[in-house]
């Protein structure tokens, strides 16, 4: 069993940066972030499996980092340059059954998700 918590959203102006994270409980080797905007599809950030390199979308690429802190069992995704587009709620993901991808939007775990606005 894994359980997700985030934390670090809210709302900035474009341009501005977020730190998100998320706590997590239970073993994985599999963990990621998505986000998923009103009347859009869920999105695919970024990836983490086991300790290779990360894997990133195309909307994250250059301006997120994900990175992980085992000491304090915490997942981050550091979001600079942020758009009015990158307006969306965003959750911290584990365990992809096999498949750990961005494409992957059936991963097992999923935290209650921390709400992200960007705007002027």
């Known amino acids: 069993q894994v359980t997700l918590v985030e934390s670090g959203g809210g709302s900035v102006q474009p341009g501005g940066s977020l730190r998100l994270s998320c706590v997590i409980s239970?073993?994985?080797?599999?963990v990621g972030w998505f986000r998923q905007a009103p009347g859009k599809e869920r999105e695919g950030l970024a990836t983490?499996?086991?300790?290779?390199?990360?894997v990133y979308g195309d909307s994250a690429k250059g301006r997120f980092t994900i990175s992980q802190d085992h000491a304090k069992n915490t997942l981050y995704l550091q979001m600079n340059s942020l758009k009015p587009e990158d307006t969306a709620m965003y959750y911290c993901?584990?365990?992809?059954?096999?498949?750990?991808?961005?494409?992957?939007?059936?991963?097992?775990?999923w935290g209650p998700g921390t709400q992200v606005t960007v705007s002027s």
């Open positions: 993901v584990a365990d992809g059954g096999g498949y750990c991808s961005i494409w992957n939007t059936a991963f097992g775990y």
């Open positions: 239970g073993l994985t080797h599999c």
């Open positions: 983490f499996d086991n300790g290779e390199n990360p």
